[in-house]
Protein backbone atom coordinates (compact mmCIF):
# COMPACT_ATOMS: atom_id res chain seq x y z
CA UNK A 1 0.00 0.00 0.00
CA UNK A 2 1.38 3.32 -0.94
CA UNK A 3 0.32 6.53 1.33
CA UNK A 4 -1.34 8.30 -1.86
CA UNK A 5 -3.83 5.33 -1.48
CA UNK A 6 -5.27 5.98 1.86
CA UNK A 7 -8.57 8.02 1.86
CA UNK A 8 -7.84 11.15 4.36
CA UNK A 9 -9.74 10.00 7.16
CA UNK A 10 -7.77 6.60 7.84
CA UNK A 11 -4.33 8.83 7.36
CA UNK A 12 -5.55 10.78 10.32
CA UNK A 13 -5.98 7.52 12.48
CA UNK A 14 -2.75 6.08 11.11
CA UNK A 15 -0.44 9.89 12.29
CA UNK A 16 -3.15 9.93 15.37
CA UNK A 17 -1.46 6.07 16.07
CA UNK A 18 2.01 6.91 14.81
CA UNK A 19 2.67 10.01 16.99
CA UNK A 20 1.36 7.96 20.36
CA UNK A 21 3.77 5.48 19.44
CA UNK A 22 6.58 7.91 19.20
CA UNK A 23 6.18 9.79 22.03
CA UNK A 24 6.01 6.40 23.62
CA UNK A 25 8.94 5.16 22.36
CA UNK A 26 10.68 8.51 22.48
CA UNK A 27 9.75 9.30 26.17
CA UNK A 28 11.92 7.50 28.01
CA UNK A 29 14.95 9.21 26.41
CA UNK A 30 14.01 12.60 26.89
CA UNK A 31 13.23 11.94 30.54
CA UNK A 32 16.46 10.43 30.87
CA UNK A 33 17.71 13.69 29.51
CA UNK A 34 15.76 15.76 32.10
CA UNK A 35 16.69 13.72 34.65
CA UNK A 36 20.33 14.32 34.35
CA UNK A 37 19.86 17.77 33.98
CA UNK A 38 18.04 18.45 37.48
CA UNK A 39 18.83 19.43 40.22
CA UNK A 40 18.90 17.28 43.00
CA UNK A 41 16.45 18.45 45.10
CA UNK A 42 13.70 18.60 42.29
CA UNK A 43 14.78 14.61 40.96
CA UNK A 44 11.37 13.64 42.05
CA UNK A 45 9.66 16.51 40.59
CA UNK A 46 10.43 15.75 36.67
CA UNK A 47 7.55 14.66 34.77
CA UNK A 48 7.81 16.17 30.76
CA UNK A 49 9.37 19.19 30.75
CA UNK A 50 12.54 20.62 32.61
CA UNK A 51 12.61 21.97 36.04
CA UNK A 52 15.97 23.42 35.86
CA UNK A 53 19.45 23.40 33.92
CA UNK A 54 21.96 21.66 36.00
CA UNK A 55 25.10 20.91 33.98
CA UNK A 56 27.10 20.28 36.72
CA UNK A 57 25.83 16.95 37.16
CA UNK A 58 27.73 15.60 34.08
CA UNK A 59 30.87 17.08 36.08
CA UNK A 60 29.90 15.34 38.85
CA UNK A 61 29.45 11.81 37.28
CA UNK A 62 33.18 11.53 37.37
CA UNK A 63 33.88 12.01 40.48
CA UNK A 64 30.92 10.08 42.19
CA UNK A 65 30.94 6.88 39.66
CA UNK A 66 34.14 5.31 37.94
CA UNK A 67 32.56 6.06 34.91
CA UNK A 68 36.08 6.73 33.38
CA UNK A 69 37.37 2.84 34.22
CA UNK A 70 33.91 1.42 33.06
CA UNK A 71 34.59 2.94 29.79
CA UNK A 72 38.63 2.12 29.58
CA UNK A 73 37.09 -1.23 30.19
CA UNK A 74 34.47 -1.56 27.58
CA UNK A 75 36.37 0.09 25.31
CA UNK A 76 39.33 -2.23 25.19
CA UNK A 77 37.33 -5.34 26.10
CA UNK A 78 35.22 -4.69 22.47
CA UNK A 79 38.20 -4.07 20.55
CA UNK A 80 39.39 -7.16 22.11
CA UNK A 81 36.09 -8.97 21.07
CA UNK A 82 35.89 -7.38 17.59
CA UNK A 83 40.01 -8.40 16.90
CA UNK A 84 39.86 -11.91 17.78
CA UNK A 85 36.95 -12.88 16.39
CA UNK A 86 37.73 -11.88 12.89
CA UNK A 87 41.73 -12.60 13.36
CA UNK A 88 40.54 -15.87 14.42
CA UNK A 89 36.98 -16.32 12.89
CA UNK A 90 38.04 -15.22 9.31
CA UNK A 91 40.46 -17.70 8.81
CA UNK A 92 38.46 -20.42 10.23
CA UNK A 93 35.41 -19.52 7.94
CA UNK A 94 37.41 -19.46 4.64
CA UNK A 95 38.77 -23.18 5.58
CA UNK A 96 35.39 -23.64 5.44
CA UNK A 97 34.38 -21.76 2.81
CA UNK A 98 37.11 -23.04 0.01
CA UNK A 99 39.48 -25.69 1.35
CA UNK A 100 38.18 -29.12 1.06
CA UNK A 101 38.86 -31.74 4.28
CA UNK A 102 37.34 -35.67 5.15
CA UNK A 103 35.69 -34.06 8.40
CA UNK A 104 34.82 -30.26 7.18
CA UNK A 105 30.84 -30.20 7.47
CA UNK A 106 31.06 -32.43 10.86
CA UNK A 107 33.42 -30.29 12.21
CA UNK A 108 31.23 -26.99 10.81
CA UNK A 109 28.03 -28.42 12.28
CA UNK A 110 30.26 -28.26 15.91
CA UNK A 111 30.51 -24.62 15.60
CA UNK A 112 27.10 -24.40 14.36
CA UNK A 113 25.93 -25.77 17.52
CA UNK A 114 27.47 -22.46 19.58
CA UNK A 115 25.67 -20.18 17.78
CA UNK A 116 22.37 -21.74 19.62
CA UNK A 117 23.96 -21.82 22.81
CA UNK A 118 23.14 -18.98 25.30
CA UNK A 119 24.97 -17.44 27.83
CA UNK A 120 23.05 -18.73 30.21
CA UNK A 121 24.45 -22.49 29.75
CA UNK A 122 27.80 -21.17 30.10
CA UNK A 123 28.06 -18.57 32.67
CA UNK A 124 28.01 -21.38 35.64
CA UNK A 125 31.02 -23.39 34.47
CA UNK A 126 32.74 -20.36 33.23
CA UNK A 127 32.44 -19.19 36.66
CA UNK A 128 33.39 -22.11 38.90
CA UNK A 129 36.53 -22.75 35.80
CA UNK A 130 37.62 -19.21 35.62
CA UNK A 131 37.54 -18.96 39.32
CA UNK A 132 39.68 -21.67 40.24
CA UNK A 133 42.19 -20.24 37.75
CA UNK A 134 42.15 -17.09 39.33
CA UNK A 135 40.90 -15.42 36.32
CA UNK A 136 37.90 -13.32 37.33
CA UNK A 137 37.48 -9.89 38.50
CA UNK A 138 39.02 -9.29 35.09
CA UNK A 139 37.86 -7.91 31.91
CA UNK A 140 40.42 -9.04 30.15
CA UNK A 141 39.20 -12.39 30.66
CA UNK A 142 35.94 -11.01 28.99
CA UNK A 143 38.14 -10.12 26.25
CA UNK A 144 38.99 -13.71 25.41
CA UNK A 145 35.47 -15.44 26.75
CA UNK A 146 33.23 -13.52 24.37
CA UNK A 147 35.16 -13.58 20.84
CA UNK A 148 34.82 -17.58 21.64
CA UNK A 149 31.12 -17.26 22.34
CA UNK A 150 31.24 -14.63 18.97
CA UNK A 151 33.24 -17.01 16.99
CA UNK A 152 30.12 -19.34 15.96
CA UNK A 153 28.39 -16.59 14.66
CA UNK A 154 30.92 -14.68 12.80
CA UNK A 155 32.38 -18.02 11.33
CA UNK A 156 28.48 -18.88 9.79
CA UNK A 157 28.42 -15.41 8.54
CA UNK A 158 32.07 -14.84 6.96
CA UNK A 159 31.87 -18.49 5.60
CA UNK A 160 28.90 -17.67 3.49
CA UNK A 161 30.68 -14.32 2.32
CA UNK A 162 33.90 -16.53 1.13
CA UNK A 163 32.08 -18.96 -0.38
CA UNK A 164 30.54 -16.16 -3.13
CA UNK A 165 34.03 -15.20 -3.92
CA UNK A 166 34.63 -15.31 -7.70
CA UNK A 167 37.06 -18.00 -8.49
CA UNK A 168 38.79 -16.91 -11.51
CA UNK A 169 40.17 -13.58 -9.04
CA UNK A 170 41.59 -16.62 -6.73
CA UNK A 171 42.83 -18.79 -9.71
CA UNK A 172 44.32 -16.07 -11.25
CA UNK A 173 46.35 -15.42 -7.70
CA UNK A 174 47.02 -19.33 -7.97
CA UNK A 175 48.39 -18.90 -11.48
CA UNK A 176 50.86 -16.44 -10.33
CA UNK A 177 52.12 -18.45 -7.93
CA UNK A 178 50.37 -17.53 -4.42
CA UNK A 179 49.83 -19.90 -1.68
CA UNK A 180 46.84 -19.77 0.26
CA UNK A 181 48.44 -17.99 3.04
CA UNK A 182 48.70 -14.95 0.98
CA UNK A 183 45.14 -16.04 -0.91
CA UNK A 184 43.39 -14.98 2.15
CA UNK A 185 45.65 -12.48 3.73
CA UNK A 186 46.02 -10.31 0.61
CA UNK A 187 42.86 -11.23 -1.74
CA UNK A 188 40.11 -13.04 0.56
CA UNK A 189 40.16 -10.70 3.54
CA UNK A 190 40.21 -7.22 1.39
CA UNK A 191 37.44 -8.31 -0.74
CA UNK A 192 35.42 -8.93 2.42
CA UNK A 193 35.38 -5.70 4.10
CA UNK A 194 32.01 -5.12 4.02
CA UNK A 195 31.03 -8.54 5.59
CA UNK A 196 33.87 -7.96 8.01
CA UNK A 197 32.44 -4.79 8.90
CA UNK A 198 29.17 -6.09 9.79
CA UNK A 199 30.42 -8.56 11.83
CA UNK A 200 33.09 -6.08 13.55
CA UNK A 201 30.15 -3.65 14.75
CA UNK A 202 27.58 -6.95 15.99
CA UNK A 203 30.21 -8.42 18.34
CA UNK A 204 31.22 -4.66 18.72
CA UNK A 205 28.29 -3.72 20.13
CA UNK A 206 27.29 -7.40 21.79
CA UNK A 207 29.94 -7.28 23.60
CA UNK A 208 29.71 -3.25 25.05
CA UNK A 209 26.31 -4.49 25.75
CA UNK A 210 26.80 -7.87 27.71
CA UNK A 211 25.45 -7.88 30.97
CA UNK A 212 25.08 -11.50 32.35
CA UNK A 213 28.99 -12.57 32.29
CA UNK A 214 30.40 -9.02 32.93
CA UNK A 215 27.71 -8.71 35.92
CA UNK A 216 28.85 -12.60 37.67
CA UNK A 217 32.02 -12.10 37.00
CA UNK A 218 33.38 -8.61 37.73
CA UNK A 219 33.46 -7.44 41.35
CA UNK A 220 35.99 -4.25 41.71
CA UNK A 221 34.64 -0.79 40.43
CA UNK A 222 37.92 -0.56 38.35
CA UNK A 223 37.03 -4.30 36.79
CA UNK A 224 33.79 -3.46 35.77
CA UNK A 225 32.21 -2.68 32.24
CA UNK A 226 29.94 -0.22 31.63
CA UNK A 227 26.69 -2.23 31.80
CA UNK A 228 27.50 -4.34 35.65
CA UNK A 229 29.28 -1.42 36.47
CA UNK A 230 25.75 1.16 36.23
CA UNK A 231 23.90 -2.40 37.33
CA UNK A 232 26.04 -2.15 40.74
CA UNK A 233 25.11 1.27 41.58
CA UNK A 234 21.84 0.14 41.61
CA UNK A 235 22.36 -2.01 44.60
CA UNK A 236 24.32 0.47 46.12
CA UNK A 237 21.95 2.97 47.93
CA UNK A 238 23.12 5.29 45.01
CA UNK A 239 20.31 7.81 45.21
CA UNK A 240 22.10 10.79 43.47
CA UNK A 241 19.71 9.96 40.64
CA UNK A 242 20.59 13.37 38.16
CA UNK A 243 24.25 12.08 38.07
CA UNK A 244 23.12 8.46 37.28
CA UNK A 245 21.21 9.79 34.91
CA UNK A 246 24.30 11.81 33.23
CA UNK A 247 26.36 8.54 33.49
CA UNK A 248 23.58 6.72 31.25
CA UNK A 249 23.13 9.64 28.94
CA UNK A 250 26.72 9.63 28.67
CA UNK A 251 27.13 5.68 28.53
CA UNK A 252 24.56 5.91 25.62
CA UNK A 253 25.93 8.76 23.53
CA UNK A 254 28.53 6.81 21.83
CA UNK A 255 26.61 4.08 20.43
CA UNK A 256 23.32 6.37 19.47
CA UNK A 257 25.44 8.89 17.31
CA UNK A 258 26.92 5.82 15.66
CA UNK A 259 23.85 4.45 15.40
CA UNK A 260 22.30 7.96 13.40
CA UNK A 261 25.75 7.96 11.28
CA UNK A 262 25.32 4.82 9.70
CA UNK A 263 21.76 4.26 10.29
CA UNK A 264 20.77 1.52 7.85
CA UNK A 265 23.61 -0.58 8.03
CA UNK A 266 23.48 -0.46 11.93
CA UNK A 267 19.68 -1.79 11.11
CA UNK A 268 21.18 -4.24 8.88
CA UNK A 269 23.96 -5.49 11.00
CA UNK A 270 21.79 -6.00 13.71
CA UNK A 271 18.92 -7.86 12.25
CA UNK A 272 20.31 -9.83 9.30
CA UNK A 273 21.53 -12.41 12.31
CA UNK A 274 17.97 -13.27 13.54
CA UNK A 275 17.01 -14.36 10.08
CA UNK A 276 20.10 -16.05 8.74
CA UNK A 277 18.95 -18.59 11.68
CA UNK B 1 51.01 -32.88 4.78
CA UNK B 2 51.12 -29.54 3.60
CA UNK B 3 47.43 -29.23 3.53
CA UNK B 4 46.97 -30.86 7.19
CA UNK B 5 49.24 -28.24 8.22
CA UNK B 6 47.22 -25.37 6.54
CA UNK B 7 43.64 -26.86 7.90
CA UNK B 8 45.06 -26.60 11.34
CA UNK B 9 46.74 -22.66 11.31
CA UNK B 10 43.65 -21.71 9.89
CA UNK B 11 40.94 -23.40 11.88
CA UNK B 12 43.43 -24.30 14.53
CA UNK B 13 42.84 -21.31 16.74
CA UNK B 14 39.35 -20.60 16.75
CA UNK B 15 38.64 -24.72 17.56
CA UNK B 16 40.67 -24.59 20.20
CA UNK B 17 39.12 -21.28 21.93
CA UNK B 18 35.57 -22.66 20.68
CA UNK B 19 36.08 -26.19 22.24
CA UNK B 20 38.29 -25.17 25.47
CA UNK B 21 35.38 -22.18 27.10
CA UNK B 22 32.24 -23.20 25.02
CA UNK B 23 31.94 -26.70 24.58
CA UNK B 24 33.40 -27.76 27.31
CA UNK B 25 31.69 -25.26 29.67
CA UNK B 26 27.99 -26.86 28.01
CA UNK B 27 29.56 -30.73 28.92
CA UNK B 28 30.26 -29.27 32.06
CA UNK B 29 26.99 -27.67 32.56
CA UNK B 30 25.20 -31.24 31.90
CA UNK B 31 28.41 -33.09 34.34
CA UNK B 32 27.08 -30.74 37.17
CA UNK B 33 23.41 -31.24 36.69
CA UNK B 34 24.01 -34.78 38.01
CA UNK B 35 25.70 -33.57 41.53
CA UNK B 36 24.88 -31.61 44.15
CA UNK B 37 28.01 -28.49 44.72
CA UNK B 38 28.60 -25.43 46.47
CA UNK B 39 31.37 -24.81 45.35
CA UNK B 40 34.30 -25.94 47.85
CA UNK B 41 34.93 -29.23 48.51
CA UNK B 42 34.20 -32.29 45.73
CA UNK B 43 30.91 -32.23 43.76
CA UNK B 44 28.66 -34.99 44.88
CA UNK B 45 27.09 -37.52 42.50
CA UNK B 46 23.69 -37.48 42.70
CA UNK B 47 22.41 -38.71 39.51
CA UNK B 48 18.89 -37.71 38.76
CA UNK B 49 18.31 -36.52 42.33
CA UNK B 50 18.51 -32.49 40.96
CA UNK B 51 15.71 -33.39 38.12
CA UNK B 52 13.35 -35.47 40.15
CA UNK B 53 13.70 -32.19 42.64
CA UNK B 54 12.93 -29.62 39.65
CA UNK B 55 10.31 -31.37 38.78
CA UNK B 56 8.61 -31.02 42.03
CA UNK B 57 9.63 -27.74 42.71
CA UNK B 58 6.88 -25.24 42.62
CA UNK B 59 9.21 -22.41 41.86
CA UNK B 60 10.33 -23.86 38.75
CA UNK B 61 7.04 -24.51 37.14
CA UNK B 62 6.08 -20.56 38.01
CA UNK B 63 9.12 -19.12 36.27
CA UNK B 64 8.60 -21.41 33.62
CA UNK B 65 5.04 -19.94 33.61
CA UNK B 66 6.21 -16.59 33.93
CA UNK B 67 8.74 -17.37 30.57
CA UNK B 68 5.22 -18.71 28.29
CA UNK B 69 4.04 -15.59 29.93
CA UNK B 70 6.05 -13.29 28.37
CA UNK B 71 6.56 -15.33 25.06
CA UNK B 72 2.45 -15.32 24.28
CA UNK B 73 2.36 -11.72 24.63
CA UNK B 74 5.68 -11.56 22.70
CA UNK B 75 3.38 -13.84 19.75
CA UNK B 76 0.52 -11.63 19.82
CA UNK B 77 0.90 -8.17 21.09
CA UNK B 78 4.46 -7.53 20.54
CA UNK B 79 3.61 -9.43 16.68
CA UNK B 80 0.76 -6.98 15.57
CA UNK B 81 2.36 -4.03 17.23
CA UNK B 82 5.92 -4.57 14.85
CA UNK B 83 3.56 -5.65 11.75
CA UNK B 84 1.13 -2.33 12.31
CA UNK B 85 4.51 0.13 12.61
CA UNK B 86 5.83 -1.85 9.58
CA UNK B 87 2.69 -2.00 7.76
CA UNK B 88 2.26 1.74 7.80
CA UNK B 89 6.30 2.69 7.61
CA UNK B 90 5.96 0.60 4.62
CA UNK B 91 3.23 3.27 2.63
CA UNK B 92 6.12 5.47 2.43
CA UNK B 93 4.98 8.67 3.23
CA UNK B 94 7.45 11.76 4.08
CA UNK B 95 8.78 10.81 7.40
CA UNK B 96 8.98 7.15 7.26
CA UNK B 97 12.34 6.94 7.45
CA UNK B 98 12.47 9.39 10.31
CA UNK B 99 9.90 7.37 12.08
CA UNK B 100 11.74 3.84 11.66
CA UNK B 101 14.69 5.09 13.40
CA UNK B 102 12.71 6.34 15.94
CA UNK B 103 11.22 3.27 16.73
CA UNK B 104 14.32 1.56 16.26
CA UNK B 105 16.24 3.92 18.90
CA UNK B 106 14.89 1.31 21.68
CA UNK B 107 16.67 -1.46 20.25
CA UNK B 108 19.83 0.46 20.26
CA UNK B 109 19.93 1.81 23.75
CA UNK B 110 22.38 -0.75 25.87
CA UNK B 111 19.60 -2.86 28.00
CA UNK B 112 20.96 -1.79 31.27
CA UNK B 113 20.33 2.05 30.82
CA UNK B 114 16.59 0.67 29.19
CA UNK B 115 16.32 -1.02 32.76
CA UNK B 116 17.65 1.78 35.18
CA UNK B 117 15.39 4.44 33.11
CA UNK B 118 12.20 2.18 33.45
CA UNK B 119 12.74 1.46 36.86
CA UNK B 120 13.16 5.70 37.89
CA UNK B 121 9.51 6.07 35.49
CA UNK B 122 7.71 3.63 36.93
CA UNK B 123 8.97 4.42 40.67
CA UNK B 124 5.58 4.15 42.29
CA UNK B 125 6.00 7.06 45.06
CA UNK B 126 7.66 9.49 42.83
CA UNK B 127 8.18 8.06 39.17
CA UNK B 128 7.01 10.34 36.47
CA UNK B 129 4.29 7.62 35.49
CA UNK B 130 2.44 8.15 38.50
CA UNK B 131 3.00 11.38 39.24
CA UNK B 132 1.52 12.02 35.41
CA UNK B 133 -1.39 10.19 36.42
CA UNK B 134 -2.08 11.79 39.70
CA UNK B 135 -1.84 15.52 38.07
CA UNK B 136 -4.27 14.51 35.09
CA UNK B 137 -6.89 13.74 37.98
CA UNK B 138 -6.36 9.97 37.19
CA UNK B 139 -4.91 9.11 40.22
CA UNK B 140 -7.17 6.25 41.01
CA UNK B 141 -4.65 4.39 38.05
CA UNK B 142 -1.77 4.88 40.00
CA UNK B 143 -0.17 1.52 40.59
CA UNK B 144 2.94 0.04 42.57
CA UNK B 145 3.82 -0.86 38.81
CA UNK B 146 7.18 -3.13 39.70
CA UNK B 147 6.26 -3.69 43.20
CA UNK B 148 3.20 -5.07 42.95
CA UNK B 149 3.11 -8.96 42.66
CA UNK B 150 0.00 -8.73 40.48
CA UNK B 151 0.90 -6.13 38.30
CA UNK B 152 5.18 -6.24 37.86
CA UNK B 153 4.84 -9.11 35.26
CA UNK B 154 2.97 -6.78 32.64
CA UNK B 155 5.16 -4.27 33.60
CA UNK B 156 8.11 -5.60 32.56
CA UNK B 157 6.64 -7.43 29.32
CA UNK B 158 5.39 -3.62 28.53
CA UNK B 159 8.95 -2.27 29.10
CA UNK B 160 10.42 -5.76 27.07
CA UNK B 161 8.02 -4.82 24.52
CA UNK B 162 8.81 -1.31 24.45
CA UNK B 163 12.58 -2.60 23.61
CA UNK B 164 11.58 -4.99 20.96
CA UNK B 165 8.97 -3.94 19.40
CA UNK B 166 11.22 -2.21 16.63
CA UNK B 167 13.28 -5.31 15.83
CA UNK B 168 10.09 -7.02 14.92
CA UNK B 169 9.08 -3.89 13.21
CA UNK B 170 12.34 -4.21 10.70
CA UNK B 171 12.21 -7.44 10.11
CA UNK B 172 8.42 -7.63 8.70
CA UNK B 173 9.42 -4.41 7.07
CA UNK B 174 11.70 -6.44 5.16
CA UNK B 175 9.56 -9.14 4.47
CA UNK B 176 6.74 -6.25 3.12
CA UNK B 177 9.88 -4.81 0.55
CA UNK B 178 9.91 -8.27 -1.10
CA UNK B 179 6.63 -8.37 -1.70
CA UNK B 180 6.11 -7.58 -5.81
CA UNK B 181 4.47 -4.28 -6.26
CA UNK B 182 2.65 -6.02 -9.06
CA UNK B 183 0.39 -8.32 -7.19
CA UNK B 184 -0.46 -5.22 -5.07
CA UNK B 185 -1.24 -3.44 -8.74
CA UNK B 186 -3.16 -6.35 -9.66
CA UNK B 187 -5.19 -6.16 -6.28
CA UNK B 188 -5.46 -2.61 -6.51
CA UNK B 189 -7.01 -3.03 -10.49
CA UNK B 190 -9.54 -5.75 -8.96
CA UNK B 191 -10.96 -3.53 -7.13
CA UNK B 192 -9.54 -3.88 -3.82
CA UNK B 193 -9.38 -1.14 -1.25
CA UNK B 194 -6.92 -0.25 1.37
CA UNK B 195 -8.11 -2.34 4.18
CA UNK B 196 -8.81 -5.51 1.68
CA UNK B 197 -5.30 -5.19 -0.01
CA UNK B 198 -3.54 -5.52 3.96
CA UNK B 199 -5.87 -8.27 5.07
CA UNK B 200 -6.67 -9.95 1.62
CA UNK B 201 -3.02 -9.55 -0.44
CA UNK B 202 -0.06 -8.25 2.05
CA UNK B 203 -0.34 -10.58 4.94
CA UNK B 204 -1.02 -13.85 3.42
CA UNK B 205 2.44 -12.84 1.62
CA UNK B 206 4.11 -11.95 4.74
CA UNK B 207 3.26 -15.31 6.33
CA UNK B 208 7.06 -16.68 6.03
CA UNK B 209 8.35 -13.89 7.31
CA UNK B 210 5.64 -13.18 10.33
CA UNK B 211 6.73 -17.28 10.88
CA UNK B 212 10.42 -16.10 11.22
CA UNK B 213 9.92 -13.08 13.51
CA UNK B 214 7.15 -15.53 15.66
CA UNK B 215 10.49 -18.10 16.31
CA UNK B 216 12.60 -15.06 17.23
CA UNK B 217 10.33 -13.73 19.36
CA UNK B 218 10.48 -16.82 21.50
CA UNK B 219 13.92 -17.58 21.13
CA UNK B 220 14.17 -13.44 22.74
CA UNK B 221 11.54 -14.49 25.27
CA UNK B 222 13.61 -17.10 26.58
CA UNK B 223 17.17 -15.09 26.70
CA UNK B 224 15.25 -12.56 28.83
CA UNK B 225 17.58 -11.82 31.49
CA UNK B 226 19.48 -8.19 32.21
CA UNK B 227 15.66 -6.56 32.21
CA UNK B 228 14.18 -8.53 35.14
CA UNK B 229 16.84 -8.62 36.76
CA UNK B 230 17.64 -4.88 37.13
CA UNK B 231 13.71 -4.22 37.38
CA UNK B 232 12.87 -6.35 39.88
CA UNK B 233 15.12 -8.93 40.38
CA UNK B 234 12.75 -11.77 40.53
CA UNK B 235 10.14 -10.31 42.25
CA UNK B 236 8.44 -8.95 44.37
CA UNK B 237 7.52 -12.54 45.53
CA UNK B 238 9.44 -14.17 42.54
CA UNK B 239 6.07 -12.62 40.57
CA UNK B 240 8.75 -11.71 37.70
CA UNK B 241 10.58 -15.23 38.35
CA UNK B 242 12.14 -16.93 34.93
CA UNK B 243 14.08 -19.54 34.49
CA UNK B 244 17.38 -17.06 33.59
CA UNK B 245 16.78 -15.15 36.88
CA UNK B 246 15.69 -18.65 39.14
CA UNK B 247 18.72 -20.17 37.65
CA UNK B 248 21.17 -17.12 38.73
CA UNK B 249 19.74 -16.77 42.03
CA UNK B 250 19.77 -20.49 43.04
CA UNK B 251 23.64 -20.61 41.61
CA UNK B 252 24.82 -17.27 42.87
CA UNK B 253 22.99 -16.80 45.85
CA UNK B 254 21.92 -20.38 47.12
CA UNK B 255 25.23 -21.30 46.06
CA UNK B 256 23.70 -24.21 44.64
CA UNK B 257 25.55 -24.91 41.81
CA UNK B 258 24.59 -28.53 40.79
CA UNK B 259 20.91 -27.89 41.02
CA UNK B 260 21.48 -24.51 39.04
CA UNK B 261 23.13 -26.40 36.09
CA UNK B 262 19.96 -28.49 36.22
CA UNK B 263 17.89 -25.28 35.61
CA UNK B 264 20.79 -24.52 33.20
CA UNK B 265 20.48 -27.65 31.04
CA UNK B 266 16.55 -27.80 30.68
CA UNK B 267 16.97 -23.97 29.21
CA UNK B 268 19.66 -25.57 27.08
CA UNK B 269 17.57 -28.28 25.65
CA UNK B 270 15.03 -25.44 24.91
CA UNK B 271 17.07 -22.77 23.32
CA UNK B 272 18.21 -25.74 20.79
CA UNK B 273 15.14 -26.81 20.23
CA UNK B 274 13.66 -23.70 19.47
CA UNK B 275 16.83 -22.77 17.38
CA UNK B 276 16.77 -25.70 15.37
CA UNK B 277 13.47 -25.41 14.64
CA UNK B 278 14.33 -21.42 13.78
CA UNK B 279 16.97 -22.89 11.11
CA UNK B 280 14.83 -25.21 9.73
CA UNK B 281 11.87 -22.67 8.75
CA UNK B 282 15.09 -19.82 7.53
CA UNK B 283 16.32 -22.48 5.23
CA UNK B 284 12.67 -23.33 4.18
CA UNK B 285 11.71 -19.54 3.77
CA UNK B 286 15.09 -19.21 1.90
CA UNK B 287 14.73 -21.48 -0.57
Redesign the interface.
Known sequence: ???G???IF?KLI?IT??IL??I???Y??M??IL?SLAKFENS?????WPVNFEIVNYVNVFKEIDLLYFYRNSIIVAIMTVT?NI???A??A???AR?K?YFKEV?YV??L?????????????????L?ALNLLNNYLTLG??Y???G??FT?FIMRSFFENLQQDIIDAAIVDGCD??KI?WKIALPLSRPALASVALFQFIWA??E??LA??FLNDESMMT??AG??KL?GEYFTD?PV?GAA?VL??LG??VV??LT?RH??KG??EG???? | MN?IK??F???G???V??I???????I??IY?SFHKWS?FGNPKFVLFNNYIKLFKDDLFWRSLAHNFVIMICALTIMLI?SL??A??I????HGSGL???????????????????????LEPS?G?LN??LS?LGLGSLTQKWLGDPNIALGSVIGVWI?RHM??GM??LL?GLQNIPKSI?EAA?IDGAN?WE??TKV?IPMLRPIIL?VML?SVILS??I??LI??LTGGGPYHSTEV??TY??RV??QNYN?GY??TI??I??II??IS??I??K???FNNR
Open positions: MQWDIKYIILIAISLPFYLLFKIIAILVGPAYAFFFLVFLGVMIPGQALVIPLFLNKIVPSILAIQYFWDYLFTIPLAQYLLSSIIFLQFILTAVKG | KQIIFIPAFLYALILYSVFNLGIILIIDMGFSKNVFFLPVVVSIVVIGLVWARINPLASWGYILAIKAVITTWFKFPHILNMYAFFASATLLMISVNRVNQ
